[in-house]
């Protein structure tokens, strides 16, 4: 008697479907690769080419597709470094700290640079580190000074804030 096996629902929901691409120089299965992934959710050029060549297809053929995107506006690596940029502001990320996440979701280090440089012009990090400030003197309230700075320091330097910024708030709402 054969003993049945049981098929886990991960085998029953890609049976039949390869996880690689039959041909890895196919360039319109690769193209709509690309399609589904801009579906999902924006990305630069750098995170699409990443998540292309792992899926299987040849670095060529990414190449090709990938350009084709951007002649066609689909991938705007300057338009996402903004956004993402905006997004961590909001999180009172600080400028090291804003590069470091433009870099690890696949924008090119010179972008990312050039982007936070933008917004640090504009003084977008500064009022990020203040808010972080206002935030933790809020959260701290009626505990010791030294405990207070301390959290604060450690909070800006997890999120990437310029030292002497943080030295001046903490002089400024830590006494």
Same mark, same amino acid.
């Given at each position: 008697?054969?003993?049945?096996?049981?098929?886990? /629902?991960?085998?029953?929901?890609?049976?039949?479907?390869?996880?690689?691409?039959?041909?890895?120089?196919?360039?319109?299965?690769?193209?709509?690769?690309?399609?589904?992934?801009?579906?999902?959710?924006?990305?630069?050029? $750098?995170?699409?080419?990443?998540?292309?060549?792992?899926?299987?297809?040849?670095?060529?053929?990414?190449?090709?597709?990938?350009?084709?995107?951007?002649?066609?506006?689909?991938?705007?690596?300057?338009?996402?470094?903004?956004?993402?940029?905006?997004?961590?502001?909001?999180?009172?990320?600080?400028?090291? $700290?804003? /590069?470091?996440?433009?870099?690890?979701?696949?924008?090119?280090?010179?972008?990312?640079?050039? /982007?936070?440089?933008?917004?640090?012009?504009?003084?977008? @990090?500064?009022?990020?580190?203040?808010?972080?400030?206002?935030?933790?003197?809020?959260?701290?309230?009626?505990?010791?000074?030294?405990?207070?700075?301390?959290? @604060?320091?450690?909070?800006?330097?997890?999120?990437?804030?310029?030292?002497?910024?943080?030295?001046?708030?903490?002089?400024?709402? @830590?006494?």
């Amino acid at each position: 008697m054969m003993k049945k096996t049981r098929r886990s /629902v991960r085998d029953t929901r890609v049976a039949g479907v390869s996880r690689t691409p039959d041909d890895p120089n196919d360039l319109d299965a690769c193209r709509e690769a690309a399609l589904r992934l801009l579906d999902a959710a924006p990305r630069p050029s $750098g995170a699409m080419r990443e998540r292309l060549v792992g899926k299987g297809y040849a670095p060529e053929v990414v190449d090709d597709v990938i350009a084709r995107l951007i002649r066609v506006h689909l991938i705007d690596d300057e338009a996402y470094a903004q956004s993402a940029v905006r997004y961590c502001a909001s999180r009172l990320m600080g400028y090291r $700290g804003a /590069v470091m996440e433009l870099k690890r979701k696949g924008v090119n280090r010179q972008l990312a640079q050039h /982007v936070c440089d933008e917004a640090e012009s504009q003084g977008v @990090f500064a009022e990020a580190a203040w808010e972080l400030g206002r935030r933790t003197a809020r959260k701290t309230a009626g505990l010791d000074v030294e405990v207070r700075k301390r959290r @604060f320091w450690s909070a800006g330097g997890r999120k990437g804030h310029d030292p002497e910024v943080l030295r001046e708030i903490a002089q400024e709402l @830590f006494v």
